[in-house]
């Protein structure tokens, strides 16, 4: 299905919901892999149960001057044996010649995990493996397959994401709540193996520091990790920006080793209007861009969302211009 030439701060598409776009460059067109909301009467709280998202369509541009394309369902929950319910943000990779979808879920004990799916083509559709990733647990997998080929995972979410329920390596229904005086949890990072389907290593968590050298807080709502990793680079550093959930910023950190530990620089994008916001980073030919998503064109309804994007901005040491959502 085509759709309206894309502008700047507006939705790509009207037609469904979409969010949690993961944006990517393949065969010189502009790939977008958001989660998909639908309509219901469920709750809405902390847990998340209000997001019930059950498949994925991808969205795709040949350029900023041409329509977006709906190219459909590329995988659905019923063709996911592991799977239980909530498609949550999924993201895309190429490598060995195959299109990979990683994507979390609830299994049947209700436990967030990440799988795979696969396709011969960047639209898909994407077959997903019988199983998920050994060991993957949490939500919000964004994938990065440096320059030397190989492909890291970085994932992890709070609240209805679980990430603060395996501190300990397994799984704690109740765990204790952090301190706001002590470290903030980080998202976590593995190696994917070559065929990219296991983790090469025990996942690990990530330190986000100050100009300092020291931790950023869990009290630190403006800066500290919430949700939604995503890693890119840019003049040979990597750029770890994420969301910091209740403060609704999009911000970054940055570092010289893809595990880190990655140094607190700013603010990419200020509040959008929703409970918050989950992007990703591309260039596309010579300028940069940021995709996210908010709730404007539902009216602030939480789990109706939109996907827009924006011109990114990099000054002359590297760092990022802020971002206004809603300029004037």
């Known amino acids: 299905m085509n759709s309206k030439i894309p502008v700047p701060h507006q939705p790509l598409v009207s037609h469904i919901y979409t969010a949690d776009p993961s ?182 968590e990530i330190s986000i520091i100050d100009e300092e050298g020291q931790p950023i807080l869990a009290g630190d709502e403006d800066r500290r990790y919430f949700e939604g990793p995503w890693v890119h680079k840019y003049n040979g550093l990597y750029y770890l920006s994420y969301s910091t959930g209740s403060t609704h910023k999009l911000v970054y950190a940055v570092s010289d080793n893809p595990l880190g530990p990655f140094t607190f620089k700013g603010t990419i994008l200020t509040p959008v209007i929703g409970w918050t916001t989950h992007h990703s980073i591309v260039q596309f030919e010579d300028k940069w861009y940021l995709f996210y998503h908010d709730s404007s064109l539902s009216g602030g309804v939480n789990h109706k969302r939109s996907v827009k994007y924006a011109e990114l901005t990099y000054n002359a040491d590297g760092t990022i211009q802020t971002i206004d959502p809603y300029p004037s």
């Open 23 to 204: 944006a990517h460059v393949f065969e010189g067109k502009i790939y977008i892999y958001p989660s998909h909301d639908l309509e219901h009467d469920g709750p809405d709280n902390d847990n998340g149960d209000q997001y019930a998202m059950e498949d994925y369509h991808i969205l795709s541009l040949d350029n900023f001057s041409s329509p977006v394309v709906d190219h459909g369902e590329a995988l659905h929950l019923r063709d996911i044996p592991w799977a239980s319910k909530q498609l949550w943000a999924p993201d895309a990779a190429f490598k060995n010649g195959i299109y990979y979808l990683f994507f979390p879920a609830r299994d049947h004990d209700g436990i967030f995990r990440i799988g795979v799916a696969t396709s011969n083509s960047p639209a898909g559709p994407f077959k997903a493996e019988p199983d998920y990733i050994p060991g993957s647990y949490s939500i919000d997998p964004a994938v990065l397959v440096d320059e030397d080929d190989k492909a890291y995972i970085y994932f992890g979410g709070l609240w209805g994401g679980q990430l603060e329920k395996w501190q300990t390596g397994t799984f704690e229904p109740n765990p204790s709540e952090l301190k706001p005086d002590q470290p903030a949890l980080g998202p976590r990072v593995a190696l994917l193996s070559e065929d990219m389907l296991t983790f090469q290593q025990e996942p690990q």
